[in-house]
């Protein structure tokens, strides 16, 4: 098991990254385990004023699992097999209005 420590505040707005180079998103929240003391997962959405629907939608499409991470540096690794969160097609486009090639 990796073990890693960072301060939460650290890692928000860090890049997130598949094994094979590929940007799956950005840090915009982190689910902590209290009783644990540890993330469970790194969410690509704000979790803001949002309802139980949402929160479930977003838990399950735009997150990812804490344990896929294989390090934290300058931007977010994963090591394991992760498929990108589902974004709105607006925010697949690159700077310049091109569309994001998958």
């Known amino acids: 098991m990796i073990t890693?420590?960072?301060k939460i505040s650290e890692v928000y707005g860090k890049p997130i990254y598949s094994r094979e180079g590929e940007h799956l998103g950005t840090i915009n929240?982190?689910?902590v385990d209290v009783e644990?003391?540890?993330a469970v997962r790194l969410v690509t959405e704000e979790l803001k004023n949002i309802g139980r629907q949402e929160l479930r939608r977003i838990m399950k499409e735009d997150?990812?699992?804490f344990?896929?991470?294989r390090s934290i540096g300058d931007?977010?690794?994963l090591g394991r097999e992760t498929k990108k969160?589902?974004?709105?097609?607006?925010d697949q486009k690159m700077p310049g209005n091109f569309p994001?090639?998958?």
């Open 4 to 6: 890693m420590t960072n």
């Open 29 to 31: 929240d982190v689910i």
């Open 36 to 38: 644990e003391g540890k």
């Open 63 to 65: 997150s990812i699992k």
């Open 67 to 69: 344990d896929k991470v």
């Open 75 to 77: 931007i977010v690794l």
């Open 85 to 90: 969160p589902n974004k709105k097609e607006e």
């Open 100 to 102: 994001m090639q998958r």
